[in-house]
């Protein structure tokens, strides 16, 4: 987006790039929330860029129907739309459309209004139409002229029509895109239904089988089951093996004598045995009824997953593929292929769309033909990866008679608490007891460890862990250093401990950098480390996103949200919110982003007063439309000078007469609440990778009945870069670190944020 805003700025000189252009937006297809943040960011992009852009209501029936269904679209009219689940311009399916002559009174309509680029948002089916009508355009344009509707002239201008998709659907079932618009939010709602039934579960151990949606992916079950710590899963891509009913009672019953009071087990509408058989949430139910005489229900959840206001991810999501959508749009040529704007790790790039339909296409028929490595393969690497933990977590189905190994692996939180530190607790203790490992914890941080404040844990100690905010464990900011290293390796050689998980925030890293440096002094301390990121300021380098920091978003949003609500009983009113996140300013500038935010003033950004005053005249402007009503965020640590306090009192001196101004600091809530499905699933992998790469040095290290690990990378720190999740020596990230103000060097979201300012209309 820095590379889009450079050629917007230069445009300003010379003609807009999408001078002269009309662009039409439809959606098509079930809806999904997060359509309207895409909406929205078509529609200010394309006029950003010089375009008139066109709302198609109804979808493609609109398209036929023409009229008063196709409207041209101003900057006002999205306003307000951001956080409204559904599409606000209608779906609707479409007999008329899968026939030519419905398409040729499509192309009248659009001919007739000059619109040669369409963004369809929708599934596989309604990309697919459109990149038909694409295919036909010429022959469409041809028999317009000979029927004697449309000119020659007119042909001759709009002789080739662009297409390019982007995919809504809370099935995640589109191959070529980590996500689809629509699935973070559908999960929202999964989870949430879920939290509200274990504990009625609880109170009468029950089991509840529970059906979501996915008539022919598995992606809402798979991650369901990894986030709610469900005890089994069924879905199309992973069919059980002849025998399931006996296995999979055999767990549950395993689980309740770990000490479980419930039983969790998550049905996929479209799940399968290997045969190709259905299986069904009554048959589910039928199966514990009888084999375990266990109290057990069933909740098919059906359209509420699709209800509800979008998450935040869903909203950015939508805002960075409707904005990439204008730009392929508008830089399309005749030989252009159609485009799918997909998620790439955290990039928003171009794929060839019929590429993408086509390998879609590619998973129903190795579905029907049982070959079900295949259809997961053809899913593509988010989906393997939640596959391959599943698999692994799935594979131990009793601990008693396991081995046990003589190593114990500590399991601790450093830094500020973060909603998923317990859930990777959680997984990071079960991984070791899974593989006869010996789990300890260490309360209170480094500070803890220092004081021997450990303790051993068993699987029951973590059963109720995963949906819990906060560090269960204790968490502190303080570093090993101001400990005492010789306390430190005290304690370590006393509890014999062999490796440690350190899951938390920037003093995580720099701690485990302190002792990784003090090892050559302390032959105790040279046992493998590994640090998993959780802090909601997401400020660790080495990783993109850290645990906490999805959840911290969606609770800012949530709070911009109900600000924004109690606004539209007051005309001309401006709020001013703080955030948290120390020097780092992720927090501020994404939540802007997905709440629709005029400003986010962050650190990593100077700023002036010119800069607020500019702000400020252009918050007086935009009360005299429609809009009357201002949001500016402001990340804690934004500037020394001009404070939360100094911004707020000037937008309320300069703003006089126009808006009244008012002033929030969200301060801690945003540390608290449950955590996000996002949070809790990426927990769960990250520390189940860690805990292997801890067992696998541990196994590779020892030396007589001890472990010694001093290499280069036996402390490390396990980040999220792109789409990979890797294993980097934290010595080697000192580089890319900037220790006073504890944020990475570079941090890959700062190329998002000319993008808010597109969107608020600067």
């Known amino acids: 987006f820095s590379e889009m805003h450079r050629k917007l700025r230069k445009s300003v000189s010379s003609p807009l790039i999408g001078s002269g252009r009309s662009i039409a937006v439809f959606t098509s297809g079930g809806d999904s929330q997060g359509m309207n943040a895409a909406v929205r960011a078509i529609?200010?992009?394309?006029?950003?860029?010089?375009?008139?852009?066109?709302?198609?209501n109804e979808g493609y029936q609109g398209m036929v129907d023409g009229g008063e269904n196709i409207v041209e679209a101003s900057?006002?009219?999205?306003?307000?739309?951001?956080?409204?689940?559904?599409?606000?311009i209608g779906s609707a399916r479409c007999k008329d459309f899968r026939e030519r002559q419905g398409r040729l009174k499509a192309a009248f309509n659009l001919v007739t209004l000059g619109i040669t680029n369409i963004c369809a948002i929708g599934g596989d089916g309604s990309l697919t139409g459109a990149n038909l009508?694409?295919?036909?355009?010429?022959?469409?344009?041809?028999?317009?002229?000979?029927?004697?509707?449309?000119?020659?002239?007119q042909m001759a201008k709009y002789s080739h029509l662009n297409i390019v998709g982007l995919v809504g659907s809370i099935d995640n079932d589109f191959c070529g895109t980590d996500m689809t618009i629509g699935a973070d939010s559908a999960l929202h709602r999964i989870v949430e239904c879920v939290d509200a039934i274990t504990t009625t579960a609880v109170s009468h151990q029950r089991a509840f089988v529970l059906e979501v949606m996915g008539r022919h992916c598995g992606y809402l079950a798979l991650v369901t089951g990894l986030a709610c710590g469900a005890d089994w899963i069924f879905i199309p891509e992973h069919p059980p093996a002849d025998g399931w009913e006996e296995k999979m009672c055999a767990k549950l019953e395993n689980a309740r004598s770990w000490g479980n009071r419930l039983?969790?087990?998550?049905?996929s509408e479209g799940a399968i045995d290997s045969h190709g058989n259905p299986i069904t949430s009554q048959h589910v139910k039928d199966v514990i009824c009888k084999r375990l005489d266990l109290d057990t229900r069933i909740t098919v959840l059906g359209h509420v997953q699709r209800g509800g206001s979008p998450s935040a991810f869903d909203r950015l999501l939508g805002t960075r593929m409707g904005a990439e959508a204008v730009l392929a749009l508008l830089e399309a040529t005749p030989d252009t292929p159609a485009y799918v704007v997909s998620l790439d790790g955290n990039q928003a790039v171009r794929v060839p769309l019929m590429e993408c339909v086509e390998k879609t296409k590619e998973v129903g028929k190795a579905l029907a033909e049982k070959d079900f490595n295949k259809a997961a393969n053809l899913r593509g690497r988010t989906f393997l990866g939640n596959l391959e933990i599943y698999k692994k977590l799935e594979a131990k189905l009793n601990l008693h008679g396991l081995v046990v190994k003589?190593?114990?692996?500590?399991?601790?939180?450093?830094?500020?608490?973060?909603?998923?530190m317990n859930a990777a607790v959680r997984s990071a203790v079960r991984t070791c007891l899974y593989n006869g490992y010996k789990a300890i914890v260490v309360h209170n941080g480094y500070e803890g460890l220092a004081n021997d404040m450990i303790e051993n844990y068993t699987w029951k100690c973590v059963a109720n862990f995963v949906a819990a905010g906060g560090s269960i464990l204790g968490t502190k900011r303080t570093l090993p250093s101001q400990c005492g290293f010789d306390k430190i390796s005290e304690v370590i050689k006393k509890r014999n401990i062999h490796g440690i998980i350190c899951i938390g925030g920037f003093e995580a890293y720099h701690g485990a950098l302190e002792i990784k440096e003090a090892s050559q002094n302390y032959p105790d301390l040279q046992i493998p480390m590994v640090v998993v990121p959780a802090t909601l300021s997401n400020n660790v380098p080495g990783t993109d996103l850290s645990i906490g920091s999805d959840t911290g978003l969606n609770s800012v949003c949530e709070t911009c949200d109900r600000i924004k609500m109690s606004a539209s009983g007051t005309k001309r009113r401006t709020f001013?919110?703080?955030?948290?996140?120390?020097?780092?300013?992720y927090l501020a500038t994404m939540s802007g982003l997905a709440a629709g935010a005029d400003a986010a003033y962050i650190f990593e950004e100077e700023f002036?007063?010119?800069?607020?005053?500019?702000?400020?005249?252009?918050?007086?402007?935009?009360?005299?439309?429609?809009?009357?009503?201002g949001l500016i965020l402001r990340n804690e640590k934004a500037n020394e000078n001009f404070s939360t306090d100094f911004v707020h009192r000037l937008y309320a001196e300069e703003g006089k007469n126009v808006f009244d101004c008012r002033v929030n600091v969200l301060g801690h809530m945003q540390q608290g609440g449950v955590p996000s499905p996002f949070d809790r699933n990426y927990a769960t992998k990250s520390a189940a990778k860690a805990a292997f790469w801890i067992l696998d040095k541990i196994s590779n290290n020892v030396v007589g009945d001890k472990v010694v690990c001093s290499s280069h990378d036996s402390v490390v720190l396990l980040g999220m870069k792109r789409r990979q999740m890797l294993f980097q020596p934290v010595e080697d990230l000192k580089e890319a670190t900037d220790f006073k103000h504890r944020i990475p060097v570079q941090q890959w979201w700062m190329q998002i944020r000319p993008l808010l300012r597109i969107m608020a209309h600067y």
Not at 406 to 420: D, F, L, Q
Not at 609 to 625: A, F, P, T
Request: neutral net charge.
């Open 133 to 153: 009508f694409r295919e036909e355009w010429s022959s469409l344009l041809e028999e317009l002229v000979a029927d004697g509707k449309i000119s020659g002239e």
């Open 75 to 88: 900057w006002d009219d999205v306003s307000g739309i951001l956080q409204m689940g559904g599409t606000v």
């Open 608 to 629: 002036t007063i010119k800069d607020l005053q500019k702000n400020i005249s252009h918050l007086r402007s935009k009360m005299q439309g429609k809009i009357q009503r």
């Open 576 to 585: 001013v919110l703080e955030t948290m996140g120390g020097y780092c300013g």
């Open 263 to 267: 039983n969790v087990v998550i049905v």
């Open 406 to 420: 003589p190593y114990n692996i500590a399991i601790m939180n450093v830094g500020a608490p973060a909603a998923g």
């Open 43 to 56: 529609v200010r992009m394309g006029i950003t860029c010089g375009a008139k852009v066109y709302l198609i």
